[in-house]
């Protein structure tokens, strides 16, 4: 049973940054593309960021481009999200998901498991 456990969330000033971590565990984590979503109150689930099985690639939610990175390191088995800069808009409780799959793609009905996600709140 594949288990993926979020961490690195909290309350930061608008400007600020935090690093978000995401544990894989019972699954292949290197043969696995990860993704980085976030879902508002009242919003619907949004993609933020995606990386492919060996880091090669990655692909960013034009919101967040230039401001957030994702990357991985498959000895760890954990994909991570270094988020700068942070707006209050990017307030909203973050996912990551793998997706079984080879393509890296951005729509969230594709990802085969979840995490049960983390807060990140920005004040103004």
């Known amino acids: 049973q594949v288990q993926l456990v979020e961490s690195g969330g909290g309350l930061v000033q608008s400007g600020g940054s935090l690093r978000l971590s995401c544990a894989a565990s019972?699954?292949?984590?290197?043969?696995?593309?990860m993704g980085w979503f976030r879902q508002a109150p009242g919003k619907e689930r949004e993609f933020v960021a995606g990386?492919?099985?060996?880091?090669?690639?990655?692909l960013y939610a034009d919101s967040v481009k230039g401001r957030f990175t994702i990357s991985r390191d498959n000895a760890k088995n954990t994909v991570y999200l270094q988020m700068n800069r942070l707006k209050p808009e990017d307030t909203a409780v973050y996912y990551c998901?793998?997706?079984?799959?080879?393509?890296?793609?951005?729509?969230?009905?594709?990802?085969?498991?979840w995490g049960q996600g983390t807060q990140v709140t920005v004040s103004s």
């Open positions: 998901a793998d997706d079984r799959e080879k393509l890296l793609r951005s729509i969230y009905y594709v990802y085969d498991y």
């Open positions: 019972g699954g292949t984590f290197s043969g696995y593309v």
């Open positions: 990386i492919t099985r060996n880091g090669g690639r990655t």
